[in-house]
């Protein structure tokens, strides 16, 4: 297979660094794009306010792909009005500066895959959804519609644009579901409110594997890409999965108030369902390693996963 040089932001983040490892093993070439000077051989500096766009243009000349992960952290800190404006900018801004070097470009990169989320689609309820659903409400809908649309230029200059609207990433040393771990291998693990509420979780070697699926050479697809696993499960189920793994009780719920007076309104999307299932890459042919939750939460266990 011939290298290809794949441009990658957000390498600092759990999915972004693995990427880049599993990118490097495969015998990619990988440019990671920083904000700061760059220190090594392989960082080339960009600027995500879009404000120094001809850098931006130079880091990404030459790539072959363009994966955009770089967004400031939604879980573990509270909503207030200014971190909703960090996290905003931080996606939104970030992806335009993105797209609009790629169009600038006189040969621009093949494919362009930027970040996302289910959160896209708002509370679902007990409603299994797919790609097809429509943008629900609330703060993280409004904010996966206008990240997404923020990738226009790119998908308009003819280069094929993926959204990864991930769901919760299983796993130990990073992202939201690394916060859980400590708590039940404490024996303090339990259902979050009343634990109806649907999760759809991904593994991460599966996401990472979906992720090259659709870098490949023969992969057509564009536009929304649900990265969930096929089996989303209650937070009831999950929390039942994680204590027989680890062994470990799982008696100590969370009561919903409790929740809202710890998270404030991030405790919302906590409490609140999203049955998610990932047809487009079904459809296209992507297996899935670990489908269940109990196999994702074994997979994050094991360090050969």
């Not at 960009?46 to 400031?72: F, K, M, Y």
């Not at 990073?174 to 009343?194: E, H, I, M, N």
């Not at 969370?254 to 609140?272: H, I, Q, S």
Request: charged share 20%; net charge positive; aromatic share 6%.
């Amino acid at each position: 297979m011939t290298s290809r040089r794949i441009a990658i932001t957000g390498t600092r983040g759990l999915v972004g660094g693995a990427l880049a490892d599993a990118l490097r093993t495969d015998g990619d070439t990988v440019v990671r794009l920083v904000r700061h000077e760059p220190r090594a051989g392989d960082e080339a500096r960009w600027d995500p306010t879009g404000r120094e766009q001809e850098r931006n243009a130079a880091a990404l000349r030459g790539c072959d792909a363009v994966v955009h992960l770089a967004g400031a952290p939604v879980a573990g800190r509270r909503w207030t009005t200014r971190y909703k404006q960090v996290l905003r900018d931080s996606r939104v801004l970030g992806t335009a500066a993105l797209a609009a070097a790629i169009a600038s470009l006189d040969t621009p990169p093949r494919v362009f895959l930027s970040g996302s989320a289910v959160g896209y689609y708002g509370d679902t309820g007990d409603v299994a959804v797919t790609e097809d659903a429509p943008n629900g409400t609330g703060f993280l809908a409004a904010l996966a519609r206008d990240w997404e649309a923020a990738a226009a230029p790119a998908a308009a200059a003819g280069v094929r644009t993926a959204f990864l609207r991930t769901g919760l990433v299983v796993a130990r040393s990073g992202g939201a579901w690394a916060k859980l771990f400590p708590l039940f291998r404490a024996g303090l693990g339990g259902r979050l409110g009343s634990g109806r509420q649907f999760w759809s979780v991904i593994s991460l070697p599966d996401h990472l594997a979906a992720t090259r699926f659709l870098l490949a050479d023969g992969c057509e697809l564009a536009g929304p890409v649900n990265f969930t696993g096929p089996t989303p499960v209650t937070n009831r189920e999950a929390t039942r999965a994680m204590g027989h793994v680890l062994r470990r009780p799982t008696v100590c719920a969370v009561p919903a108030p409790v929740l809202r007076l710890v998270l404030g309104e991030f405790a919302e999307d906590v409490l609140g369902s999203q049955r998610v299932l990932p047809a487009r890459l079904l459809d296209a042919g992507f297996t899935f390693r670990h489908p269940g939750v109990e196999d994702a939460v074994r997979a994050a266990l094991d360090r050969t996963a």
